[in-house]
């Protein structure tokens, strides 16, 4: 569904992207992994069109979406919510997931229909999905930092994604709030069929989530596979444990 | 509830607002009558700004650029064409419109302070051809006497007509921030990266928000003719921005209607200070300063607040 190929950037000569390979089929959980500044988060806004890749091509679908704007990204119907906390701060918990229904819509020209009359039930019934609705009236600013980082994936999802991208969702989580989390994806991936893609540091949840597994280590792809194959791979001893022969987890 | 029953208090101010405005010219001398007709299209300047500033997170730092250009082009219509003068009353807020577009295409391309820069510099460049232009603009005198149409010409029909128009572009203002279109431009400001990623095209909304506000810039300037039947370069000139940039803060650029009472204060200051006093802006600097330290959300944001915390408490103690 998703297919990366030799994608590159890189900042001020910094290699932050290097020869990133990925490919997704349609209905799989994919997770990235790498340690810190391996470039995952960039490899992510390479996909979305937040920054223009270098060099290297994008695929969705078979339509080359390389470079796109964000905005079109997101028509495709490509989700994703982010690492550090990205939403509406001033906008109640409602408004932000229906600010994101009314664009998928295609109603944000309408200038005179009240919005409070829009899209509500939608709206409602991703919140009852995602357990926030008795907050929906609160200031996003007042949400805890877990609650935050559910409503992000809220917003992902008002767009009515086939392909999802996750960047860390449980990061900075207390444990039952990601326990959680998880559980939410799982279940999007099931009930919905979703097609998702995250990254995530915390190996318990990558092993115990995804299909397959890819791994980046300074910008490059090394190795993608499944989860099986991943845990005794070399390279990525390599990579977290500095060369030993114990597998990963 | 709760928030419904304060959103019909709301609007019963608003109502009972709009009645004794419409009582005054009964009760007040001419000169407050005029005062009045300042202070409403003076207000209806600053929400127009405040529309892409408060909500659109845009920082539009020379806006009278489309109240002068939206006066000039009614006072010229009135003056020079033998149009119906009722034409020239459209035409200007039009004319603020289309100027906001050309000006939109270029600044939009930058964002924060490096809009707002380049914005005063366009601005200026107006105010420049304005000053200068004296075979069509009348340069730095200005026009004078534009004739109105009877019906509007005295004072209290002035008055009236400013009410009315005034009320009618606030409440399409309103109604544009409750609507998607509105929800959508304040998701912008709150987070641009983050609209973007939900499939919004940014840039496109902020441009016809900036034409929105230049249109009823517009109306602003072509009411300042019919109050005061003259249009002079002044009303271009980024003073005039500042001060109106200050009347958002000062009533609170998150309130619909703060900006109204902050140009009603700011007038109301100047017209009775300066009675007594040519420092009058020295007041103006120290009353900012209290604002900005102390109800850093406008004085109506800070009354919103009192009321806000008035029936979310009650719900908290539960």
Known sequence: ?249 | MAQSTTRGKAQLWVYAGLVILFLLPLILPRFYIYLASIILLTGLLATSLNFVLGYGGIFQFHHAVFYGVGAYATALMLTRSDFSPWLGFIVGPFIAGLLSLVMGLICIRLSKLYFGMLQISLGSLVWIIVYRWYSFTGGDDGIHGVPLPDIISSPNSAYYFTLIVTAISLFVMYKIIKSPFGSVLQGIRDNPVRSEMIGINVKRHQLLALIIAGFFAGVAGSLFVVVDNTAFPDMLFWTLSLEVLIMCLLGGWFTFLGPMLGAAIIIALRTFISTYTTYWALVLGVLMMLVIFFLPNGVLGYVEEKIKKGFIEPVIKE
Request: glycine letters at 8%; aromatic letters at 6%; proline letters at 4%.
């Open chain 1, 1 to 249: 569904m998703l297919e990366v190929k030799s994608l590159s950037k890189s900042f001020d000569g910094f290699k932050a992207v290097n020869n990133a390979n990925l490919d997704v089929q349609k209905g799989e959980i994919v997770a990235v992994i790498g340690p810190n500044g391996a470039g995952k988060t960039t490899l992510f806004n390479l996909i979305t069109g937040i920054l223009r890749p270098d060099s290297g091509t994008v695929h969705f679908k078979g339509e080359n979406i390389t470079g796109l704007p964000p905005y079109k990204v997101c028509r495709k119907r490509i989700s994703r919510s982010f690492q550090v906390v990205n939403i509406f701060p001033r906008l109640t918990v409602f408004e932000n997931v229906q600010v994101s229904i009314l664009s998928r819509e295609k109603k944000t020209w309408n200038l005179f229909t009240p919005s409070s009359k829009l899209v509500t039930d939608e709206t409602s019934q991703i919140l009852e999905n995602v357990g926030l609705v008795e907050k929906r009236d609160r200031t996003t600013a007042l949400l805890s930092h877990g609650d935050r980082k559910v409503l992000e994936i809220a917003m992902a999802l008002g767009g009515d994604p086939e392909f999802l991208i996750l960047d860390e969702p449980t990061a900075g989580m207390a444990p039952e709030e990601t326990a959680r989390c998880i559980e939410l994806v799982k279940s999007l991936s099931g009930k919905l069929g979703l097609t998702i893609l995250f990254c995530e540091h915390d190996m318990e949840i990558v092993f115990g989530i995804a299909d397959r597994i890819m791994v980046m280590v300074r910008g490059a792809t090394i190795v993608q596979g499944s989860c099986d194959e991943v845990r005794c791979n070399e390279a990525v001893q390599d990579a977290y444990l500095g060369g030993s022969d114990v597998c990963l987890m």
